[in-house]
């Protein structure tokens, strides 16, 4: 199971069942993927027919579409058929009837409509009723004018509406539907066979949407909700997929992140910039939540302190509710669906990941030390110095270390502070570091045994090709008595 303890995908699968239990959604289904692929999964409640779901049961994943959609237009930028600066004008001439904010107002891009910078106001409820609507009702919608929150271009606020914008976008440069354009240049390349905007066209079984039946229907009894079919609004929202495709799709774009990144029909470096902070996201937006937030291309990007970068985006339509998540750093991700209105799985998901993440980060056994050019000058810096304390040698350290370090703290001091703090626990200089940890690959802190303590040594490289050490830190850390 790719070195996650079984225990920990036992309270991944305990987060799930008991959504079930309590009554959020008559049916809810997750995975575990890593670089290799989905390495576990499980499902609970009725799919409809009597049965579990598991990784290959089809659910819809509403707005995780909307990177798709970057993708489609990222892959139709690079064959210079459209640039991310042109106005929507250029793609959709109703909206040229749409009267902007402000006299200076920029007619919205592709780029701010990407970035959910477009000025609209946020629209989930409206715009999830309308993805079947043809291009002429988009039209009308746009001919009788729209509400702007800011000035387009200025701020975040999340929008539907923008992406059915791109949606008619990438249809019109392609000269087809998007659908088929999606289709045709993300999905299929990727083999995401159950990945489709028609319910028909899955080959899997079909979760049904519901929500809560009326009041006095008691607790666990379901209205199935209709299917809505593909229109001018799908590019907003109108995928259905499974977990086994969904894990592929996100092993995908955190491979951007490696240094043997997958091929695909979207090149690693637009895959990375999906994936990179475009627009901040105001904490009132996301007020359940303690991480720095923005949006990119199609995806949220958080900052979490202990683990990094982590790449996300839930879906809600009717009936269902969907999330992936995945950490860029490890590689790490999880994805969940439901049906039903308003299941919110996120916050479940959001805990699965934690406690995935968490177990990989205490064990160290599990960890691979990280390869690279900088990570290899790190570990020669890390060799340089350790030989350094154990015996000081100026010429040494000049030869390890850039110029400002000397200056910063003359190596007199710094000799006589390493005894000091060597002598305070007793530390061992020829002994194995007891644990390491890093911030970047020029960055690394380890510890050394002591016995009254440990010694903390942290180093962090200049932007020189050379692998010199521009900090040095050593710091004696006494046991607590």
């Known amino acids: 199971m790719s070195g996650i303890d079984p225990q920990v995908i ?72 459209v640039r991310l600066d042109a106005p929507i004008t250029d793609f959709v001439p109703a909206f040229t009837d749409v009267v902007l904010p402000t006299a200076d107002s920029p007619v919205p891009t592709l780029r701010m409509l990407l970035t959910m910078a477009g000025g609209f106001p946020t629209d989930d409820p409206w715009a999830d009723r309308q993805e079947s609507i043809s291009d002429a009702e988009l039209d009308d919608v746009l ?22 914008l791109l949606g008619r976008a990438i249809g019109v440069v392609a000269g087809r539907p998007f659908p088929e354009v ?8 990727l083999g995401l066979r159950d990945t489709v905007f028609r319910a028909d066209d899955a080959r899997g079984h079909v979760v049904t949407g519901v929500r809560p039946a009326a009041d006095g229907a008691g607790v666990g009894t379901w209205e199935p909700l209709p299917m809505s079919g593909p229109g001018a ?51 009132a937006v996301v007020p359940t939540s303690s991480r720095t937030t923005a949006y990119g291309f199609g995806l949220f990007v958080e900052q979490d302190p202990a683990f990094g970068e982590i790449v996300s985006h839930s879906g809600g339509y009717p009936g269902f509710s969907a999330h992936m998540r995945w950490s860029v750093r ?6 969940a669906f439901e049906n039903a209105t308003q299941a919110k799985v996120s916050a479940a998901a959001d805990r ?8 990989r980060a205490t064990a160290a056994a599990d960890r691979a030390p990280g390869t690279g050019p900088t990570v290899d000058a790190t570990r020669a810096a890390q060799a340089a110095v350790t030989r350094l304390l154990a015996h000081w040698d100026d010429d040494l350290a000049d030869a390890i270390c850039t110029p400002n370090v000397a200056m910063d703290v003359p190596y007199e001091r710094r000799r006589r502070a390493v005894a ?24 690394l802190r380890w510890w ?34």
């Open 10 to 81: 036992a309270d991944v699968d305990a987060l799930f069942r008991e959504r079930v239990e309590r009554g959020v959604a008559p049916s809810s289904v997750w995975g575990v993927f890593d670089r290799t692929g989905l390495v576990a999964s499980g499902g609970h409640g009725d799919r409809g027919d009597g049965v579990a779901p598991d990784a290959d049961t089809v659910y819809r994943i509403a707005s995780c579409t909307k990177s798709v959609t970057a993708a489609t237009l990222l892959a139709l930028v690079a064959d210079d058929r």
């Open 143 to 164: 001919r009788a004018g729209l509400l702007f929150d800011s000035v387009p271009g200025t701020r975040f606020a999340y929008s539907n509406t923008g992406y059915a």
């Open 182 to 189: 999606a289709t045709e240049l993300v999905l299929g390349p």
């Open 233 to 283: 609004f799908s590019s907003i929202g109108g995928l259905f997929s499974t977990v086994t495709d969904l894990a592929r799709w996100g092993r995908h774009l955190a491979s951007a992140f490696t240094e043997t990144p997958e091929p695909g029909p979207v090149s690693p470096a637009d895959r990375r910039l999906m994936q990179q902070a475009m627009r901040v996201v105001p904490a």
């Open 330 to 335: 490890d590689g790490l991700g999880v994805i």
């Open 352 to 359: 699965a990941l934690d406690l995935v993440l968490t177990a």
């Open 420 to 443: 000091e703090a060597v002598a305070a626990v007793g530390a061992d200089l020829g002994a194995e570091p007891v644990a390491d940890e890093s911030q970047a690959p020029s960055h």
């Open 448 to 481: 050394l045994p002591g016995t009254a303590g440990r010694l903390r040594v942290e180093i962090r490289l200049a932007p020189l090709a050379a692998g010199l050490v521009q900090t040095l830190v050593v710091r004696a850390e006494p046991s607590e008595r």
